[in-house]
T-cell receptor, first 111, second 112 residues
Framework: GQNIDQPTEMTATEGAIVQINCTYQ??????LFWYQQHAGEAPTFLSY????GLEEKGRFSSFLSRSKGYSYLLLKELQMKDSASYLC????????????FGAGTTVTVRA | DADVTQTPRNRITKTGKRIMLECSQT?????MYWYRQDPGLGLRLIYY???????NKGEISDGYSVSRQAQAKFSLSLESAIPNQTALYFC???????????FGPGTRLTVT
C-alpha cells in the first residue's frame, strides 16, 4: 500500500520562500510528482523526480531522496497567484499508471 | 480549446437517481482515468482504461461503473447515487510512453 504525508496548510508572505515537505512509504516507487491545484480547478503538473537530487524550474524546485522516502517542493519569490493546493503524488512500480496522492498542502500567500 | 473536457461541470441530484459524467479528450491518449477528490483526502482512483476493450477497477470502484465508448470518450456512471458520493470528480488521460497525467476541469457532484 501507499502512505503519503504532507502538511495540511502553510502561510507565507509575498516575495518569501516556502518549502512543502512530502514523506512517503510505498510498496513500489517509480517517481514522484508535484501538482498545483487552484480551488475548484484541475491539478496541473509542476514537476517529476525519479532520481535523487534537486530539479529547478524557474521559481519552483523539487527535491527527492529515495532512501529517506522524502521530497520537497520549494516555491521562491512567492506571488499572490501561488495561493493554491500543492499535491504530492507517488508513481507506482511496476504499475506505473497508478498514482497515489497525498491530501494536498494549501498554501496561502499574504501581502 | 481544452484538451480534456468534462460534462456537466456541476450537478445536483437526489439519492437513488442514476447519473452519468462524461469525459472527452483530444490529446490522442490511450489511457483514461476517473478520480474523486474529497476534502482532506487525496485524489482516489475509481476506474481506469488502457483502451476501448481494457477497463479496470481502481481502489474505490464500488457504486460506480464506466464505459469507454471510443478512444476519446470515457464515461462514469453512478447507478443509484448516495450522499457519500458527493465529491469533485476528475477525468485524466495519459499515454503509455510518458509519465504525466492530464486532468480535466472536474465535475462537482452533490447528492442530496
Amino acid at each position: 500500500g501507499q502512505n503519503i504525508d504532507q502538511p495540511t496548510e502553510m502561510t507565507a508572505t509575498e516575495g518569501a520562500i516556502v518549502q512543502i515537505n512530502c514523506t512517503y512509504q510505498t510498496s513500489g516507487f517509480n517517481g514522484l510528482f508535484w501538482y498545483q491545484q487552484h480551488a475548484g480547478e484541475a491539478p496541473t503538473f509542476l514537476s517529476y523526480n525519479v532520481l535523487d537530487g534537486l530539479e529547478e524550474k524557474g521559481r519552483f524546485s523539487s527535491f527527492l531522496s529515495r532512501s529517506k522516502g522524502y521530497s520537497y517542493l520549494l516555491l521562491k519569490e512567492l506571488q499572490m497567484k501561488d495561493s493554491a493546493s500543492y499535491l504530492c503524488a507517488v508513481r507506482d512500480y511496476p504499475h506505473d499508471y497508478k498514482l497515489s496522492f497525498g491530501a494536498g498542502t494549501t498554501v496561502t500567500v499574504r501581502a | 480549446d481544452a484538451d480534456v473536457t468534462q460534462t456537466p461541470r456541476n450537478r445536483i441530484t437526489k439519492t437513488g437517481k442514476r447519473i452519468m459524467l462524461e469525459c472527452s479528450q483530444t490529446k490522442g491518449h490511450d489511457r483514461m482515468y476517473w478520480y474523486r477528490q474529497d476534502p482532506g483526502l487525496g485524489l482516489r482512483l475509481i476506474y481506469y482504461s488502457f483502451d476501448v476493450k481494457d477497463i479496470n477497477k481502481g481502489e474505490i470502484s464500488d457504486g460506480y461503473s464506466v464505459s469507454r465508448q471510443a478512444q476519446a470518450k470515457f464515461s462514469l456512471s453512478l447507478e443509484s447515487a448516495i450522499p457519500n458520493q458527493t465529491a469533485l470528480y476528475f477525468c485524466a488521460t495519459s499515454d503509455s510512453t510518458s509519465y504525466e497525467q492530464y486532468f480535466g476541469p472536474g465535475t462537482r457532484l452533490t447528492v442530496t
